[in-house]
């Protein structure tokens, strides 16, 4: 938040005052959700693995470094796949676009998604962690560093250009993210990633600048932030500030 006081990388439409309520409000909805209905976290549920002895990593016996670094670039592979499901079937796309709907993104975005979605990525996890038999402390260490580097790269904050073109051969920028935020359908569909950028390499859906910027002949500068954000029907609309409409959204009639 310092950071994009200091450094804001655009202007923004809604006043911060009006607009991180809903977002923040929405983040303890997905975590009351996660309590109540799913109380086996994802590090409670490699705890519980890990007493039963399941999954592949149980049997390997790993050194716990490598161990670590393995449980992380394997949730990490999951998480983006997961990522680019969303952008394909509809009724997932239903739950987030709650997420895409915000037209000023910053570090409060990378909370704002629907509680059923954040529900439904627990379960995805769950499965993965299961699967492997990751440990506790791996598990742990994935979800700082997830949670971490999704506000970063959501900050409405500018990187020196020097830094952005390095950091974004191994993690994911605010403006390599920003482009999947644009309104552009097509941008949307590339950098899916949240914290390694090699699977939008690998899986040929990393973009460098915005498809958007492109037409509005911007290509001098491959990390403009001018281009607008958010979802075309909804631009300027202030229920995507409103925390009851956000809950709602999902389950409206779109046309």
Same mark, same amino acid.
């Given at each position: ?34 309590? #109540?209905?799913?109380? =086996?976290?994802? $590090?409670?549920?490699? %705890?519980? /693995?890990?007493? &039963? !002895? ?61 509680? #059923?979605?954040?529900? =439904?990525?627990? $379960?995805?996890?769950? %499965?993965? /962690?299961?699967? &492997? !038999? ?122």
């Amino acid at each position: 938040m310092v950071w994009e006081l200091i450094a804001p990388s655009r202007q923004l439409i809604w006043p911060r005052w009006r607009r991180w309520p809903g977002n923040v409000a929405l983040a303890f909805c997905g975590a009351a959700l996660q309590r #109540f209905f799913l109380p =086996l976290g994802a $590090v409670s549920t490699a %705890l519980y /693995i890990q007493k &039963l !002895g399941f999954g592949l990593l149980t049997q390997l016996q790993l050194p716990p470094l490598m161990e670590s670094v393995l449980v992380i670039v394997v949730l990490d592979l999951a998480i983006y796949w997961q990522h680019r499901v969303t952008h394909v079937l509809p009724w997932l796309w239903r739950l987030h676009s709650v997420h895409h709907a915000d037209q000023d993104v910053d570090g409060t975005t990378a909370l704002r998604f629907h509680p #059923f979605e954040i529900a =439904l990525s627990l $379960v995805w996890k769950s %499965l993965v /962690i299961i699967l &492997l !038999g990751a440990s506790p402390e791996s598990v742990l260490l994935f979800e700082i560093l997830l949670n971490s580097l999704a506000i970063f790269n959501h900050a409405n904050a500018r990187l020196p250009v020097r830094l952005e073109r390095f950091l974004r051969f191994f993690i994911v920028t605010p403006n390599m993210h920003r482009v999947h935020h644009s309104i552009d359908g097509q941008d949307q569909l590339h950098n899916f990633g949240f914290n390694l950028t090699i699977w939008d390499r690998l899986f040929g859906s990393h973009r460098e600048s915005s498809a958007f910027e492109s037409r509005s002949d911007s290509e001098s500068n491959p990390f403009s932030p001018s281009f607008p954000l958010g979802v075309e029907d909804w631009q300027n609309d202030v229920r995507t500030i409103s925390l009851g409409w956000l809950l709602r959204m999902p389950f409206l009639r779109q046309d």
